[in-house]
């Protein structure tokens, strides 16, 4: 008899007594069957194999998370370059960006400022992102999420 393999019906008595007889253990596979399949394995190897499967398919999960980039509304040209690397490898790696531009006190006279480093920052991505929220007002932040582009 080979573990594992296809036998046909048993009383559970003997199917036990098959099981301890092979040094292995009788494991019920559908409970909901008529009647109920068990196998002979080695349980014990079963739960380690179980684990390593789901262990593997956690693995190929991708979790996007949302990373932010702040802006001033005088942020110079090198700071800017630097920031626009960054999300370039954020949005590579399938990441979303929220970039965001920080009005303190009487900055948020220079909101058309903001506008224009967002623009900036959109067309500076334009070949890694799409759009996925507009640019707007929150409070004392102007916001844009970008997103990776969909690869075919």
Wanted: charged share 35%.
């Amino acid at each position: 008899m080979d573990p594992g393999g296809k036998h046909g019906v048993y009383d559970l008595q003997d199917a036990l007594d098959m099981a301890d007889e092979q040094s292995m253990d009788l494991v019920e596979i559908a409970p909901n069957a008529d009647p109920p399949v068990c196998k002979i394995m080695d349980y014990g190897k079963f739960l380690y194999e179980k684990n390593k499967k789901e262990r593997d398919a956690r693995k190929k999960q991708h979790h996007t998370q949302l990373k932010e980039i702040r802006f001033r509304p005088r942020t110079d040209t090198h700071d800017f370059q630097f920031k626009t690397k960054h999300a370039h490898e954020f949005l590579s790696d399938g990441h979303k960006v929220r970039a965001y531009v920080q009005f303190r006190g009487r900055d948020i006279i220079y909101k058309e400022q903001g506008m224009i480093i967002l623009a900036r920052f959109i067309d500076a991505l334009k070949d890694v992102a799409q759009l996925d929220q507009e640019p707007r007002m929150e409070g004392r932040r102007m916001t844009v999420i970008l997103a990776p582009q969909k690869t075919k």
